[in-house]
T-cell receptor
Framework: DAGVIQSPRHEVTEMGQEVTLRCKPI?????LFWYRQTMMRGLELLIY????????DSGMPEDRFSAKMPNASFSTLKIQPSEPRDSAVYFC???????????FGDGTRLSIL | SQQGEEDPQALSIQEGENATMNCSYK?????LQWYRQNSGRGLVHLIL?????REKHSGRLRVTLDTSKKSSSLLITASRAADTASYFC????????????FGKGTTLSVSS
C-alpha cells in the first residue's frame, strides 16, 4: 500500500504565479479531501470529493482556488494567481468509506514570495 | 471553523510519565477520531471511538468519550521520546460520509 502521494513536497514561487498541487489517493478509496494547515488557523478543510464528485467546497477561500478530480486516482488543487497569504502546508487525504479513518499524504509546503 | 478544541495547547513531560489530552466539540457526532502528526509529516490515524462507546484501548492509548459533555480524552501511558508529536481530535459533525473537522491540536514533548 503506497499511501496517499502528494507532489511536489515543496514549492516556492513568486506572487501572481499559478500553482498546481497534485494528489494520488489510495486505490479503492471513495473520498478525497484537501486541507490547508497554518499556525494561525490550524487544519482547515478546503474541499472534498466523493466518487470524483465535489461534495462541499465551502472551505475554498476564494475564486483563486479550484480543485478537480478527473478520475479516481488523481486530483489537483490549483491557485491562480497565488498570493503570499496562501503560504501554508496543503494536505490531501483519502478515505475508503464514510465511517473509516482518513489517510493523509505528507503534504506540500507552499511558499509564495 | 474548528469543531473540536484540544486542551492543553502544549504539554511537556518526562519519559515514563502519562500524558492526557482533552478535546471538546460542539455538535452531535457519529464518531470521534484521534490523529498524531510528527514534524514535517502528514497526520496518522490513532484510534476511532463511536458515539455509542465510552472507552477504547489500543496499546498504550486509552480514549474516553462523554457525549453528554461533548468531550473526549486521550491518555498515553508510559510515554516515550518517540511519542513527541502533535495530537489532534477530529469529528464528523454527526453525518456519516462528511469530512472530518480537526481541532488545533496539542503539542506533546517527551524528554528522556
Amino acid at each position: 500500500d503506497a499511501g496517499v502521494i502528494q507532489s511536489p513536497r515543496h514549492e516556492v514561487t513568486e506572487m501572481g504565479q499559478e500553482v498546481t498541487l497534485r494528489c494520488k489517493p489510495i486505490s479503492g478509496h471513495d473520498y478525497l479531501f484537501w486541507y490547508r494547515q497554518t499556525m494561525m488557523r490550524g487544519l482547515e478543510l478546503l474541499i472534498y470529493f466523493n466518487n470524483n464528485v465535489p461534495i462541499d467546497d465551502s472551505g475554498m477561500p476564494e475564486d483563486r482556488f479550484s480543485a478537480k478530480m478527473p478520475n479516481a486516482s488523481f486530483s489537483t488543487l490549483k491557485i491562480q494567481p497565488s498570493e503570499p497569504r496562501d503560504s501554508a502546508v496543503y494536505f490531501c487525504a483519502s478515505r475508503a468509506r464514510g465511517d473509516q479513518p482518513q489517510h493523509f499524504g505528507d503534504g506540500t509546503r507552499l511558499s509564495i514570495l | 471553523s474548528q469543531q473540536g478544541e484540544e486542551d492543553p495547547q502544549a504539554l511537556s513531560i518526562q519519559e515514563g510519565e502519562n500524558a492526557t489530552m482533552n478535546c471538546s466539540y460542539k455538535t452531535s457526532i457519529n464518531n470521534l477520531q484521534w490523529y498524531r502528526q510528527n514534524s514535517g509529516r502528514g497526520l496518522v490515524h490513532l484510534i476511532l471511538i463511536r458515539s455509542n462507546e465510552r472507552e477504547k484501548h489500543s496499546g498504550r492509548l486509552r480514549v474516553t468519550l462523554d457525549t453528554s459533555k461533548k468531550s473526549s480524552s486521550l491518555l498515553i501511558t508510559a510515554s516515550r521520546a518517540a511519542d513527541t508529536a502533535s495530537y489532534f481530535c477530529a469529528t464528523d459533525a454527526g453525518q456519516a460520509g462528511t469530512a472530518l473537522i480537526f481541532g488545533k491540536g496539542t503539542t506533546l514533548s517527551v524528554s528522556s
